[in-house]
């Protein structure tokens, strides 16, 4: 009977790891910025980069005021929920996908692309460029978040 109600425990337990677990990778996702707030950045972004060469820069300016928009629909739906801790210890992955995604801006801003096809296939490649880094920098730095929670709360 005992190592029935041991192995009942033992379940009992690895439940409730798996179950906080969950909630840990639930309130990191919810506590910052969406995904669909980072796609909206990256596809303004990847608009102004691409038109950069052919519209002038008045265009450009009002092209990139189409953030201000977001960022006050950021600020209002994330001003009531948990705020993130900061990382203590966290990775040098993050940062890394970070600097990649500013040497890929660097070299598509030496891309001049003027005809419609060059402007649509830059438009393409930064966007899916960008979404790719951009969106593994966020997922490195909620799995660090995670893990950092893990470790003190350890």
Same mark, same amino acid.
């Given at each position: @009977?005992?190592?029935?109600?041991?192995?009942?425990?033992?379940?009992?337990? /690895?439940?409730?790891?798996? =179950? /906080?677990?969950?909630?840990?990778? +639930?309130?990191?996702? +919810?506590?910052? *910025?969406?995904?669909?707030?980072?796609?909206?950045?990256?596809? #303004?972004?990847?608009?102004?980069?691409?038109?950069?060469? &052919?519209?002038?820069? =008045?265009?450009?300016?009002?092209?990139? /005021?189409?953030?201000?928009?977001?960022?006050?629909?950021?600020?209002? *739906? +994330?001003?009531?929920?948990?705020?993130?801790?900061? &990382?203590?210890?966290?990775?040098? #992955?993050?940062?890394?996908?970070?600097? @990649?995604?500013?040497?890929? #801006?660097?070299?598509?801003? @030496?891309?001049?692309?003027?005809?419609?096809?060059?402007?649509? *296939?830059?438009?393409?490649?930064?966007?899916?460029? @960008?979404?790719?880094?951009? *969106?593994?920098?966020?997922?490195?730095?909620?799995?660090?978040?995670?893990?950092?929670?893990?470790?003190?709360?350890?």
């Amino acid at each position: @009977m005992t190592g029935e109600q041991e192995r009942i425990d033992k379940l009992t337990a /690895a439940e409730l790891l798996v =179950t /906080a677990d969950r909630a840990s990778h +639930t309130m990191v996702s +919810t506590g910052g *910025s969406t995904r669909v707030v980072l796609l909206v950045y990256v596809l #303004i972004g990847s608009t102004v980069l691409s038109l950069a060469d &052919v519209i002038s820069g =008045t265009a450009i300016l009002w092209l990139a /005021a189409l953030i201000i928009p977001v960022l006050l629909v950021q600020f209002f *739906s +994330t001003r009531n929920r948990v705020k993130a801790r900061p &990382v203590l210890d966290g990775s040098a #992955i993050y940062g890394w996908y970070s600097f @990649m995604a500013m040497i890929a #801006i660097f070299c598509l801003r @030496m891309w001049t692309a003027v005809d419609p096809w060059a402007i649509g *296939s830059k438009w393409i490649i930064s966007c899916f460029v @960008m979404w790719h880094l951009l *969106s593994a920098a966020q997922r490195s730095l909620d799995k660090d978040r995670v893990q950092d929670a893990q470790e003190r709360a350890a």
